[in-house]
């Protein structure tokens, strides 16, 4: 069957400018997360959404961060007033039901100028 | 939070075992996974073991897991060109819903 998928898969914004970055999860799975790899830092954490419940936010690393799931299914990263800082990777992966193997998408790859 | 940490470069030739080594440092992890990440791509799941487990074997690929020394092997039999990619090591810790990640091991495979 499908896999997660992601779009853009490349996007090039100017710095102070609004993105959003979309993430279709594999059909069945409730569980999402969004994750974030640079050179500097590595893979890391950012938000995970369970079905209805609240979305653990602890991996954001700024309020210029926010991410919502619509409908349970489909999600989208948001990042305000970017930064070059911002410039990375931004993987989507998706689970059953939170608690198994996550599969992540191809991922976009963001840069700001 | 936890680290993962791994070797940052291995090189073998084709034909040859690759043997790409992981350390976490929480005890606590459920489950632990070996992904593949090929140039401009995503990551790819290898293969997973989960912690009650010492060993996985699964076609070419061997996962061995030492909880006491919390040390983590991915085993690549008969390694070929098309191996050439970096390998990540990966703890789940159900608690923090989240996977905490190495920092990637860049597999470079010589015909």
Redesign the interface.
Known sequence: GAG?SQSPSNKVTEKGKDVELRCDPISGHT?L?W?RQSLGQ??E?LI?F?GNSAP?KS?LPSDRFSAERTGGSVSTLTIQRTQQEDSAVY?C?SSIQ??E???????TRLLVL | GEDVEQSLFLSVREGDSSVINCTYTDSSS??L?W?KQEPG?????LT?IFSNMDMKQDQRLTVLLNKKDKHLSLRIADTQTGDSAIY?C?EFQ?A?????????TRLMVKP
């Open positions: 997660v569980a997360y994750y590595g893979l954490f995970y369970q653990d991996g993987l992966a939170g608690q193997t996550q599969y992540f998408g191809p991922g | 459920t489950y996974y992904y791509a995503g990551l790819q799941l997973y990540f990966a159900g923090g819903n989240m996977l905490t990640f190495g920092g990637g």
